[in-house]
Structure formats: C-alpha cells, structure tokens
T-cell receptor
Framework: AQSVTQLGSHVSVSEGALVLLRCNYS??????LFWYVQYPNQGLQLLLK??????LVKGINGFEAEFKKSETSFHLTKPSAHMSDAAEYFC??????????????FGQGTILTVHP | GAGVSQSPSNKVTEKGKDVELRCDPI?????LYWYRQSLGQGLEFLIY????????KSGLPSDRFSAERTGGSVSTLTIQRTQQEDSAVYLC????????????FGPGTRLTVT
C-alpha cells in the first residue's frame, strides 16, 4: 500500500523568504508524484507533477519540487514567498502503470502562512 | 467546458434524507473520480470510473453510497439515508488516458447534514 507523510501541518514564513514543504512517500515502486494547492473555499489545483525524466520539476507560481528516490522524498520549494501563496498544500501519489493513475493517496496537508 | 464542474456548490439536508451530487468532467477525459474531504479524515478516495470498465468502488465507506456515470461523461454520487458523519466536501476529478497526465479537480460540493 502507498502512503504519504507531510512533515508539519503548519508552516509559517515571512514574505520573501524561502518556502520548503516536506513530503515523503512509501511505495514498493516509485509512484507518480503530485503537489496540489487549495485556496480557501476552493477546489484543488495541480501545482506540479513528477512522472519520469528530470527529477527537478517546475510548476506554476514559481514552485518547484525535486524527486529524490534514495530519500523517498518530493519536497516543494519556492525561493521567495508571496502573500498570495498562503493556502493549504497537499502532496499526493498514485500507482505507476495500469490505468488507475488518478487514484490518488494524499498527505494530510500543510497550511502555509505568509507574514508581511 | 474548461474544467470540472460540480453541482450544487452547497447542499444542506436533514438526517435520513437522500442526496444526489453531480459532476461534469473535462471533455475528453475518460477517467472520473470522487473524493471526500473532511476535517477528521483529510482527502479520501471514494470511487473511480475508467471508460467502460467496472468502477473501482473500494473507497466507498458504506452501502449507502453509490455512484453512476452515464454515457461516459456526467456522474452522479448518491448518498442514501444521510448521517451527520457524511458532512464533508465532495470533490470530483477527471484525468485523461495518459499515465501521469495529472488529475484535475472540480470546486466541490459542500454537504451539511443537520
């Protein structure tokens, strides 16, 4: 079975500071990896995904994430936080191969707060 | 349409009543998923439809929950004899056949059972 652990349910940064949201997964084979963002009272928006190829992937709004197989991690970063980045972020995985790639297992989420 | 749409956006119902939630996926997406988001349980997979294959119902919490997908497009999630613990946001998502292409979510239906 797959599982996802997000370290830190709440992360607080100052505007302009580095954002680092941690995600580790457990899976018998490397899965597909995703980060989603959820703004208040809205649905989930796909930030970025790793499927194959380059392990550093870039997404929307200046976010990027690096897949590290040896560490079973897929941490999300952004060099400089903006007030508009305040939201809840979810790391998710799905099984590689077959047709159920959209059947996602989510982490518990990390609420990002950005201070002026 | 440009994205996944869901209706209604909010639904308040009395305990014991049946409710139907609707999802219209992205045009051309063959896979459709229902998830539930609640404070205590986080984001949970409920059910998955892929083309003409039998749906994967492994996430449905009880036999009061059912879903159908008509014509390979629109889906309806039905909850019979609603209970207070059914209160949650119900999210629909869709994806294409390409592995790892990304799964795109609708805005959700917030269900409140009183």
């Amino acid at each position: 079975a797959q599982s996802v652990t997000q370290l830190g349910s709440h992360v607080s940064v100052s505007e302009g500071a580095l954002v680092l949201l941690r995600c580790n997964y457990s899976s018998s084979v490397p899965p597909y990896l995703f980060w989603y963002v959820q703004y208040p009272n809205q649905g989930l928006q796909l930030l970025l995904k790793y499927t194959t190829g380059a392990t550093l992937v870039k997404g929307i709004n200046g976010f990027e994430a690096e897949f590290k197989k040896s560490e079973t991690s897929f941490h999300l970063t952004k060099p400089s936080a903006h007030m508009s980045d305040a939201a809840e972020y979810f790391c998710a995985v799905s099984r590689r191969g077959g047709t159920s790639y959209g059947k996602l297992t989510f982490g518990q989420g990390t609420i990002l707060t950005v201070h002026p | 349409g440009a994205g996944v749409s869901q209706s209604p956006s909010n639904k308040v119902t009395e305990k014991g009543k049946d409710v139907e939630l609707r999802c219209d996926p992205i045009s051309g997406h063959t896979a459709l998923y229902w998830y539930r988001q609640s404070l205590g349980q986080g984001l949970e997979f409920l059910i998955y439809f892929q083309g003409n294959s039998a749906p994967d119902k492994s996430g449905l919490p009880s036999d009061r929950f059912s879903a159908e997908r008509t014509g390979g497009s629109v889906s309806t999630l039905t909850i019979q004899r609603t209970q207070q613990e059914d209160s949650a946001v119900y999210l629909c998502a869709s994806s294409s056949q390409v592995g790892g292409s990304g799964t795109y979510f609708g805005p959700g239906t917030r269900l409140t059972v009183t």
